[in-house]
């Protein structure tokens, strides 16, 4: 939060100008190279202005055409295939501690996701390798639950959900699942429709709320897209949002285990022990399917071919790395 006016700052960049707080943002704010701040090896390379008045569409543009914006963040993956078009800009791809699920309605009165088996069956039913292909354009990878390979805490026991439609049309009948209902936002909307396509095929009518967040009881998966900006502790950013009492995308009853395993994770200090209970999280995450298991999408930019552009694996915009090409 930039909320007065510069110049002043502490860490690699100070603020020159504007303000940028959760309410307000100045039409222009400028980071500039912190000469005085105290780590020499890590030195900001360039002054970086913020423009928050273009459009995001207009932004893109300019970059295609070499003309007065340089980056452009959080692309959808349609826009970065425009932007692979232009002979002045390329789209620097990073796979980053993202991940796309599908959240389970299990809190509405009878609801059917309560049965472990059924949200089995639902993860079954999805084609992933068509729904990044045809839904995320092909921008990210798949993984096989909340923690990506090469990261802290990852479990290489654990396999992705198999594509098996004969097997989940067998129990999702059984349970008289004719129609469901996926929310996500426009964002995802190639998503959707790719997962529409998987659960059609095993007999289950799919209805799109294109609205971004479920309302009332009357839906059952929510896509939901969110990523981990710790540096080690995914535990508290990620599995806490999905499962935990506070989590902010929880829509399950109370669950004892992860509770349990959530009270060790707080009381250990090591990494080593640590990355062995991120492992156990997953897997009892992954065991008990308590979420549709996707994808984990590419953060992408629209980036000038002027400029060296270095992504965070965390997805912030650290621009410490990042400037002007010699």
Same mark, same amino acid.
């Given at each position: 939060?930039?909320?007065?006016?510069?110049?002043?700052? @502490?860490?690699?960049?100070? %603020?020159?100008?504007?303000?940028? @707080?959760?309410?307000?943002?100045?039409?222009?704010? =400028?980071?500039?190279?912190?000469?005085?701040?105290?780590?020499?090896?890590?030195?900001?390379?360039? @002054?970086? /202005?913020?423009?928050?008045?273009?459009?995001?569409?207009?932004?893109?543009?300019?970059? !295609?055409?070499?003309?007065?914006?340089?980056? %452009? =963040?959080?692309?959808?993956?349609?826009?970065?295939?425009?932007?692979?078009?232009?002979?002045?800009?390329?789209?620097? /791809?990073?796979?980053?501690? @993202?991940?796309?699920?599908? %959240?389970?309605?299990?809190?509405?009165?009878?609801?059917?996701?309560?049965?472990?088996?059924?949200?089995?069956?639902?993860?079954?039913?999805?084609?992933?390798?068509?729904?990044?292909?045809?839904?995320?354009?092909?921008?990210?990878?798949? #993984?096989?639950?909340?923690? *990506?390979?090469?990261?802290?805490?990852?479990?290489?026991?654990?396999?992705?959900?198999? #594509?098996?439609?004969?097997?989940?049309?067998?129990?999702?009948?059984?349970?008289?699942?004719?129609?469901? =209902?996926?929310?996500?936002?426009?964002? #995802?909307?190639?998503?959707?429709?790719?997962?529409?396509?998987?659960?059609?095929?095993?007999?289950?009518?799919?209805?799109?709320? !294109?609205?971004?967040?479920?309302?009332?009881?009357?839906?059952?998966?929510?896509?939901?897209? #969110? $990523?981990?900006?710790?540096?080690?502790?995914?535990?508290?950013?990620? $599995?806490?949002?999905?499962?935990?009492?506070?989590?902010?995308?929880?829509?399950?009853?109370?669950?004892?285990?992860?509770?349990?395993? *959530?009270?060790?994770?707080?009381?250990?200090?090591?990494?080593?022990?640590?990355?062995?209970?991120?492992?156990?999280?997953?897997?009892?995450?992954?065991?008990?399917?308590?979420?549709?298991?996707?994808?984990?999408?590419?953060?992408?930019?629209?980036?000038?071919?002027?400029?060296?552009?270095?992504?965070?694996?965390?997805?912030?915009?650290?621009?410490?790395?990042?400037?002007?090409?010699?």
């Amino acid at each position: 939060m930039i909320d007065a006016a510069g110049p002043w700052g @502490t860490g690699p960049f100070e %603020v020159k100008d504007g303000t940028s @707080t959760l309410e307000k943002r100045a039409p222009v704010v =400028t980071l500039a190279p912190n000469k005085n701040y105290w780590n020499k090896d890590r030195m900001a390379k360039a @002054t970086f /202005k913020f423009d928050n008045v273009i459009s995001k569409q207009e932004a893109i543009e300019e970059v !295609m055409k070499g003309g007065k914006m340089h980056i %452009v =963040t959080e692309l959808l993956p349609q826009e970065a295939k425009q932007v692979e078009k232009s002979k002045h800009a390329k789209v620097v /791809k990073n796979d980053a501690k @993202t991940i796309l699920v599908g %959240v389970f309605n299990q809190n509405s009165p009878n609801s059917k996701w309560t049965d472990v088996n059924l949200r089995k069956a639902a993860n079954l039913a999805v084609d992933r390798k068509a729904v990044l292909k045809d839904g995320g354009m092909g921008y990210g990878t798949i #993984h096989p639950s909340f923690i *990506q390979k090469g990261q802290f805490g990852y479990n290489s026991s654990l396999k992705p959900y198999g #594509h098996k439609p004969d097997e989940a049309k067998k129990a999702l009948n059984a349970a008289g699942v004719k129609e469901i =209902t996926i929310v996500a936002g426009e964002g #995802h909307k190639g998503v959707v429709d790719a997962l529409a396509k998987n659960f059609e095929a095993v007999g289950v009518k799919v209805n799109k709320d !294109m609205s971004g967040a479920p309302k009332g009881d009357k839906w059952d998966i929510w896509l939901v897209e #969110h $990523f981990d900006g710790s540096p080690n502790y995914p535990m508290g950013v990620v $599995f806490r949002e999905f499962f935990g009492d506070s989590g902010g995308f929880r829509k399950m009853k109370n669950d004892t285990k992860f509770e349990g395993l *959530q009270t060790k994770v707080l009381a250990t200090t090591g990494d080593k022990e640590q990355g062995k209970l991120m492992q156990e999280m997953d897997k009892y995450v992954y065991d008990n399917a308590n979420v549709l298991f996707l994808c984990s999408p590419a953060k992408l930019y629209a980036v000038s071919n002027k400029v060296n552009f270095v992504p965070y694996d965390t997805t912030v915009l650290e621009l410490v790395e990042s400037g002007w090409k010699k």
